[in-house]
């Protein structure tokens, strides 16, 4: 199956690369679900829910508490790699993203499209105003001390209980500039990907010659429509990812294998320094 998936990328040049939450489970960042930064067995929550209740932003927040502390140490695996080195070859037309964990770009990637946006940024829903993440979770440790010791007791398994937890209870900063909501900066199950972002994507897929979706089942329409309108125009598609894919009809190529696994290749034949 690598030898046929070598071949894909070496008959191709100009590749547009999606990728999912399976090229990020090698890093110990658990498949989420909603790409909103919440475990996989949480309730989505959506972008309505969070407005509205004070509850749901209590909630939301004591969980990222905890959840942030897995996300913000995750380190690229070799998949995030292999894809980096793919670009430093100038194969990579674009590579688009609906992991929110910023590792493409820590592998060394550059060219890179977030598309459910970054978890590691915080914006504020009133002025706009966008603020590193790492600050949030200082303040919400300083005001929610017992909380931070629930994380504590989380931390070696990677997982946690909290639905015994009074959520009430939790005191969630607020902008600093204008006393506003302040949101994770990435798409909530049941929001939209903004435009502008979208419209990027589109006119890079419209340059390349083919597609290359890595860790995706694309159960998400934000990124299948990138498939239909890849298939649409007659170009190839090949996909890596262990399960089924919402795509599966449309590939030309499907390689059932880890991620990273699949393009180690792409590491093995990166040219050595002199
Ligand atoms: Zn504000």
Redesign the pocket.
């Known amino acids: 199956m690598t030898t046929e998936l070598r071949e894909f990328i070496d008959r191709h040049e100009r590749l547009f690369v999606l990728t999912g939450a399976g090229c990020s489970t090698g890093s110990g960042i658990p498949d989420y679900r909603d790409a909103d930064g919440e475990w996989k067995r949480a309730q989505p929550v959506t972008l309505q829910d969070f407005v509205t209740s004070e509850h749901t932003r209590k909630r939301y927040w004591a969980r990222g508490l905890v959840g942030w502390q897995r996300l913000c140490v995750a380190q690229p695996n070799a998949a995030h790699r292999s894809l980096a080195a793919l670009e430093h070859r100038g194969r990579v037309e674009q590579l688009v993203t609906q992991n929110v964990d910023g590792l493409h770009q820590a592998a060394g990637s550059r060219n890179v499209i977030d598309l459910h946006g970054r978890a590691d940024v915080v914006r504020?829903?009133?002025?706009?105003?966008r603020s590193p993440r790492g600050e949030m979770q200082a303040e919400m440790i300083r005001r929610n001390p017992r909380f931070a010791e629930l994380d504590a007791l989380a931390a070696p398994d990677g997982d946690a209980d909290l639905d015994g937890v009074d959520f009430a209870a939790f005191d969630v900063p607020?902008?600093?500039?204008?006393?506003?909501q302040?949101k994770p900066d990435v798409v909530f199950f049941g929001e939209s990907v903004p435009r502008d972002r979208v419209q990027l994507a589109f006119s890079a897929l419209e340059s390349a010659d083919a597609m290359l979706i890595v860790g995706s089942s694309l159960m998400v329409l934000s990124g299948y429509r990138f498939a239909r309108a890849m298939a649409e125009a007659g170009k190839p598609i090949a996909a890596v990812n262990l399960g089924k894919t919402r795509a599966d009809d449309l590939l030309s190529l499907k390689v059932t294998q880890h991620c990273a696994d699949a393009l180690s290749f792409l590491l093995a034949s990166e040219p050595t320094a002199s």
Request: aromatic share 0%; with cysteine; hydrophobic share 20%.
């Open positions: 504020c829903l009133q002025c706009e105003r607020a902008c600093d500039t204008c006393g506003g302040l």
